[in-house]
């Protein structure tokens, strides 16, 4: 069994299961996500018997870092290699209040949006909780070693967390454990492309973790055109599930809109999106395109700022986000997808 695979709770089953009493499970998580432990011989307040039954039981493993890039403005980008030699990418931003870590839910991705790297490819498998859990752990080693820590995560990499949601769910609960990476709930922001049901699930969770819709788009005909998501789930019923996940949690949400050059980007597609936000407890994060392909183009100056202005004019919270890692394969799957070409090539 792999240790970073069990929330403390499912441990404490488990340690039961093989006759260790419960309160190891706290023992074991504070060796292993604060002392960074690596075997059980390690952590000492653990009885020689113990030990060795856990070390009988139990693995440690590792992601492979295959290649790291770092940009100019401090952001790096990791891409891991796992145990089957699928690749997945992590990413780490540096902000004046901490560190974030963007991870991947996924290999490849079943969604299909037009203008993201990774939809181009069809999922390969879920990430398990371990493989998700370690992305976190791993950059949080590297970051120790630099006297700091991962302070934020973000699971907005590859893939739709709600297509892979109880390991999602897992996986948060453990870099959320006080016991366990202590990464604060109101410090991690999920975000869907909108799975209606899984956020009707979701809104019930007893956890304070923020929500972030890629919407992208502010009418039905747009968004369905370009997220196929939007043909299942429209507008109308994304909104529905959205009013009943804030009745419920009263938490703020943030809406990801990618500006297009063209398509999203005008003055009507501005008035439409005001329309559909009013009178919502949210935020707009206006993203600049990372251009990955021939089809979409990055936004003007010209066009971001007037899309900015009028959103801030009508009373909409907006933030334009800074533009991270822009001199290295920034887009989301960029990287994983050009080392498996480039992989593919080498081996013909
Ligand atoms: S934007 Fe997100 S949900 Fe859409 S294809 Fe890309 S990874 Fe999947």
Known sequence: MNIYQFTREKLQLKLQELGEKPYRATQIFEWVYKKSARNFFEMTNISKSSQELL???FVFP??????EQISKDGTRKYLFRLHDGNLIE???MRFHYGNSVCISTQVGCNMGCAFCASGQHKRIRNLDVYEMVLQVYTI???LKKEDSRVSHVVIMGIGEPFDNYNNTIDFIKIINDDKGLGIGARHITLSTSGIVPKIIEFSHLPLQINLAISLHFPNDKLRSKYMPVNRKYNLEKLFDALKYYYEM????ITFEYILIDGINDTKECCIELIN???GMNCYVNLIPMNETNTMFRRSSEKA???FY???MQKGINVTLRRDQGHDIDAACGQLRIKTEMANARKNC
């Open 90 to 92: 992590t990413v780490l």
């Open 304 to 306: 971001t700022d007037e």
């Open 309 to 311: 202005d009028l959103l």
């Open 140 to 142: 949080n080693e590297i």
């Open 276 to 278: 559909l936000l009013r």
């Open 55 to 57: 070390n009988e039981h």
């Open 62 to 67: 590792k992601l492979h870092l295959e290649k």
């Open 249 to 252: 949690t009263n938490r703020r």
